[in-house]
């Protein structure tokens, strides 16, 4: 591993086995813990070698950049390895700290077979295919002194020497596999040596991404013109071409795969096209008030599949004892990463429901038979093997490690249990174990909906790629959608078991096997579903007059306890509004007023939509921001840091010392008078 030394003595003078200096226009470094025997030269422009000996000690030697970026950074050479060393495009960020590997070689030890390595997913780029992959370093060295910081690998699946690599497309599969990058510092191509020994000869060069320049031709001025005989033929014949040419895109179109992305890239925009045309208005729900056109009985027509793993079972007795004397469900199955022993099982109403382990089935599949030395299923086993020698403690500590790895097994093995045990019910729920799904809703919801048509229905995230249904806000599949998926599509399901070991979550791995059959999440219905727990749902202008079916993150039994004791007894379709009057929460919009709550909070989270306006003064210079702001729902000002969010939506909030919160009454009455009375 890197020592911190080498870095902070780029700018300085010299340690002992340390050099960091510029040669040329590339940045040069060096280190070494002095116990390998190590020829380098730093040769001009992009070439640099190194020979090393000894099979002890460790080092890292490279070329580079002050700085890194979005590069495509080409090199050429040998590497020859005896004993473990990396090839790779290495660097470090900071805010937050991050060690990051591009890895396109190596010798005996493979990065990803490392035990406490947490596999998120992969990504396509320069002819080949990497495995992502973190790990956390705890006490380490770094640019920053001795610190725990996060590691980022992006490992080769077919090695190579030589070849482009865009860094950026690495950069940003990080980044949408949930792995924040921060401030960029240095980045080299490198060879790390740990006891081994071996030579390189590397020349490297570089190319910045994204420039796109448009040719310098001055405009043509446009001018009337008369029509000739010969001009007449030549539009005719443009007509010609441009109508074949549309004919052949329309059948390339409709030739191409469902989750091809051209055809994936054009849903997504004209979606967003028709958004911005028809603006937010959701005709106020009306269905939420009007006659069932597809009458449903929860007991009947519908199953609740609970999402559960062994580090968060002790969330289920609460999830269960949180359905109120109302409620109407009938059926549930529990799925998991392991299997409630005799005597353990889940009780409810006097019923046994035990959990079952869809991870072993997802393994016990055909496609993955051969594949059962991957690290997914290795960290599947450490689980099983410490849960069924009683190691309760490695168990946990294994659960909380990899929980989110084994949870993408369980989709598509859960769906297709789910649907072996009742297939003939008309909806399909799954939630996950702090999920709360509020059934006074849902029930005109559902009848508003055709089970007999493919659904596939939540609350939206992801770019167009695979646009997915958010697993904790819950997910919901019509009879359809199931059977078109699970009877119809075994390729696509054979599939989705198989990209299981390397999908980072479970729910956009469902989405994806969705699309390859035709049926896309209905957005259309994502306002509907709350991604948060109730205090802390982001009331919008487009939802605050629409039924509100779900919360979620109630991670702690007291949570869950206290949403079901709230809606329990509620007897009619709650709306995203009435959250305020469930909370007693004050409402002086109502009678013409504005507000303001000292020690309060009713913007939250300081995400994307809301504004910080820095160095306000007061309180009441925090409400003339939002009131400049036509958008502004809530506003909050910390007295500490004087910085004033406003932000176009309000929560219900809590307390929060320090700090000073209040609502745009005039907006607020607005939009309540629109809202449906009953």
């Known amino acids: 591993m890197v020592s911190s030394t080498s870095i902070l003595i780029a700018a300085a003078a010299a340690a002992a086995g340390v050099f960091s200096a510029p040669a040329a226009t590339y940045f040069w470094s060096s280190w070494t813990d002095g116990k390998a025997k190590i020829t380098q030269n730093n040769g001009a422009d992009g070439k640099f070698s190194v020979k090393w000996s000894g099979d002890k000690g460790n080092f890292v030697i490279g070329k580079g950049w002050n700085t890194g970026s979005n590069r495509e950074v080409v090199y050429s050479g040998t590497f020859e390895p005896v004993g473990n060393g990396y090839l790779a495009i290495y660097g470090w960020t900071t805010n937050p700290l991050v060690e990051y590997y591009i890895i396109e070689s190596y010798g005996d030890h493979k990065p990803s077979d490392n035990p406490e390595a947490i596999m998120k997913g992969n990504v396509t780029t320069d002819g080949g295919t990497y495995e992502l992959m973190t790990k956390t370093r705890v006490n380490k060295p770094s640019i920053q002194g001795t610190a725990t910081f996060k590691q980022y690998w992006a490992i080769r699946t077919v090695k190579r020497v030589g070849g482009t690599v865009t860094t950026g497309n690495h950069f940003k599969a990080w980044e949408d596999a949930g792995l924040k990058m921060g401030r ?8 790390e040596g740990q006891d081994s020994s071996g030579l390189q000869i590397l020349v490297a060069r570089t190319r910045a991404c994204a420039s796109f320049r448009m040719p310098s ?7 009337r013109a008369r029509f000739l005989p010969r001009q007449r033929l030549r539009s005719r014949s443009t007509r010609r071409v441009i109508l074949l040419t549309s ?11 469902y989750d091809n992305t051209v055809r994936l890239a054009v849903r997504f925009n004209l979606k967003a096209l028709q958004a911005a045309l028809t603006g937010s208005s959701r005709s106020l729900d009306q269905w939420t008030f009007a006659p069932p056109a597809f009458p449903v009985d929860l007991g009947e027509d519908t199953l609740v599949v609970v999402k559960t793993g062994y580090g968060t ?5 609460a999830w269960f004892d949180a359905l109120s004397p109302r409620n109407e469900f009938r059926d549930f199955l529990v799925i998991a990463d392991y299997a409630s022993r005799d005597g353990e099982h889940q009780v409810y109403r006097g019923k046994e429901l035990p959990v079952r382990d869809m991870v072993n089935r997802t393994l016990s599949h055909p496609t993955l038979s051969t594949r ?9 086993e450490r689980l099983a093997e410490a849960i069924g020698s009683g190691e309760e403690e490695l168990a946990l500590q294994v659960s909380k490690t990899s929980g989110w790895e084994l949870d993408a097994l369980k989709f598509i093995s859960g769906l297709e249990h789910a649907y072996e045990k009742f297939p003939k019910k008309k909806w399909f729920l799954l939630v996950d174990d702090d999920t709360y799904l509020v059934q006074t809703s849902l029930k005109p919801f559902l009848g508003h909906l055709n089970p007999w048509t493919p659904h596939y229905l939540g609350n939206a995230v992801g770019d167009y790629r695979a646009r997915f249904a958010h697993g904790g806000s819950a997910i919901i599949l019509s009879q359809a959608a199931m059977r078109l998926l699970l009877v119809k599509s075994q390729e696509v399901v054979s599939r989705a078991h198989s990209d299981s070991l390397s999908e980072i979550w479970g729910d956009r791995l469902l989405a994806k096997a969705m699309i390859r059959t035709g049926t896309y999440l209905d957005e259309r219905y994502s306002h509907l579903f709350s991604g948060e727990p109730p205090r802390l749902s982001k009331i919008r202008a487009d939802r605050f007059c629409s039924p509100i079916l779900s919360f979620h993150q109630l991670a702690t039994p007291a949570k869950m306890l206290g949403v079901g004791q709230q809606f329990g007894y509620v007897n009619r379709p709650v709306l995203w509004i009435d959250l305020w009057d469930l909370y007693q929460a004050p409402s002086p919009w109502r ?13 939250g989270g300081s995400e994307e939509g809301a504004t910080t306006v820095q160095n306000v003064a007061t309180a009441e210079g925090c409400i003339k921001k939002c009131e400049k702001w036509r958008d502004c729902l809530a506003w909050t000002w910390d ?3 004087q910085d004033c969010n406003i932000s176009p939506w309000m929560i219900v909030g809590g307390e929060v010392v320090g700090k000073v919160s209040g609502l745009s009454g005039r907006r607020a009455s607005r939009l309540e008078s629109r809202c449906l009375k009953y």
């Open 372 to 380: 059962m030395s991957h690290p997914r299923v290795i960290k599947y």
């Open 639 to 641: 007295a500490d840091t």
């Open 217 to 223: 031709r001055p405009p043509i001025p446009w001018r």
């Open 591 to 603: 009678y013409g007023l504005d507000s303001s709550h000292e020690d309060w909070d009713y913007v």
């Open 184 to 191: 960029h510092n240095y980045m080299i191509v490198a060879v």
């Open 247 to 257: 004919g052949i895109l329309l059948v390339m179109w409709l030739l191409l795969p």
């Open 313 to 317: 079972r002790d969330r289920l007795p």
